[in-house]
C-alpha cells in the first residue's frame, strides 16, 4: 500500500492518510490547534464537537474566547494562495456538499465549512478568534471570586421535562447551583454536565441582586483541575428558544376525551 495515498471525503476526513489527518496545527501563540476536520485542542485536550457552530467557546486566564472553527481550520491548514484560489474559483453562496466544493476538499483535503467560509471572506475579514463579550453591568453589584472551590454542586431541569423518546434532557436549560462557605450561587446552563468538579478550582464573576441573590455569570467562569491546568466543563453557550409545552401523554387527544 502506498504510503502517500489520499482518500478524502467531502468533509476533508480522511481514514488512508490517518497520521496526518488526525494531526493538528497550533494557531499563532494562542495555545489552541486544530485538525483538518474542524476539532480543535487546547493543550493536550481534545474538545468537544463545536456546541453553538460555528463557534467554540474557550476559556483562558486572561477571559473567555469563542473560536470561529472554520476559520481557524482555514488559516492553520490553507496557504494564502489556496485562499486566494479559492475566493477565485468557488462562489460565495456555493454549499459545503456543492460539486465544486467537494472537488477543492478533494484537492486540498480540508474541511469543506472551512472552505465555503473562505469563498465568502475576504482575507482581512477571516479571524479565528475574539474575546466574548461581556453583557453590559453598569450600576450592578458584580463581584469575583478567584481560585476558589465549591460544594454541594447540583443541576435541576428548567424547562418542561421530555422524555428519551422525544429527544430527552441533554441540552435543555438547567439551573445549576452550588454553595461556597455557605453562600448560595446559581446561574443558568445547557444540560447537567457540571461547569465545576469537586476537585476543582473555579474563578468566576457574579452579580449580587437587590434581593440578595448571587447569579454567576456563566462567560466568565475558569475552570483547573487539581494539576492547576485550565480545562474545559458543561456545554458552553445559550439556546435560542426555550420549550414553552409540556409533553403530552402517550394517548391520542381522541382516547383522552373518551
Do not use: C
Not at 456546541?51 to 470561529?68: K, M, Q, S
Not at 486566494?84 to 469543506?112: H, Q, T
Not at 475574539?130 to 454542586?153: A, C, F, I, T
Amino acid at each position: 500500500m502506498k504510503e502517500d495515498v489520499i482518500q478524502a471525503t467531502y468533509q476533508g476526513v480522511t481514514d488512508a492518510k490517518k497520521i496526518e489527518e488526525r494531526s493538528y496545527r497550533e494557531l499563532g501563540d494562542s495555545g489552541i490547534a486544530v485538525s483538518r476536520g474542524g476539532r480543535a485542542r487546547l493543550g493536550e485536550d481534545d474538545y468537544p464537537e463545536t456546541e453553538n457552530f460555528p463557534f467554540l467557546i474557550v476559556p483562558a486566564d486572561d477571559g473567555v474566547f469563542r473560536l470561529h472553527m472554520p476559520a481557524a481550520v482555514a488559516t492553520a491548514w490553507l496557504t494564502k494562495e489556496e485562499r486566494d484560489a479559492i475566493r477565485a474559483e468557488i462562489p460565495a453562496d456555493a454549499g459545503p456538499k456543492s460539486d465544486i466544493v467537494k472537488e477543492k476538499v478533494r484537492a486540498l483535503n480540508v474541511w469543506s465549512y472551512a472552505i465555503t467560509h473562505v469563498a465568502r471572506t475576504a482575507e482581512e475579514d477571516l479571524i479565528y478568534l475574539e474575546e466574548v463579550p461581556m453583557p453590559s453591568l453598569e450600576g450592578k453589584d458584580v463581584r469575583r471570586h478567584g481560585n476558589v472551590s465549591v460544594e454541594n454542586y447540583r443541576a435541576d431541569l428548567y424547562e418542561p421535562y421530555r422524555p428519551p423518546s422525544k429527544g430527552g434532557n441533554k441540552t435543555a436549560l438547567h439551573i445549576h447551583k452550588f454553595t461556597i462557605d455557605g453562600e448560595k450561587y446559581s446561574f443558568f446552563g445547557r444540560g447537567r454536565n457540571r461547569f465545576i468538579f469537586q476537585n476543582d478550582t473555579a474563578s468566576f464573576d457574579y452579580v449580587v441582586t437587590d434581593e440578595g441573590y448571587r447569579n454567576v455569570l456563566q462567560s466568565s467562569i475558569i475552570t483547573k483541575d487539581v494539576k492547576g491546568k485550565i480545562v474545559r466543563r458543561g456545554q458552553r453557550g445559550w439556546k435560542a428558544q426555550l420549550r414553552t409545552a409540556q409533553t403530552r401523554p402517550p394517548a391520542s387527544r381522541r382516547e383522552m376525551r373518551d
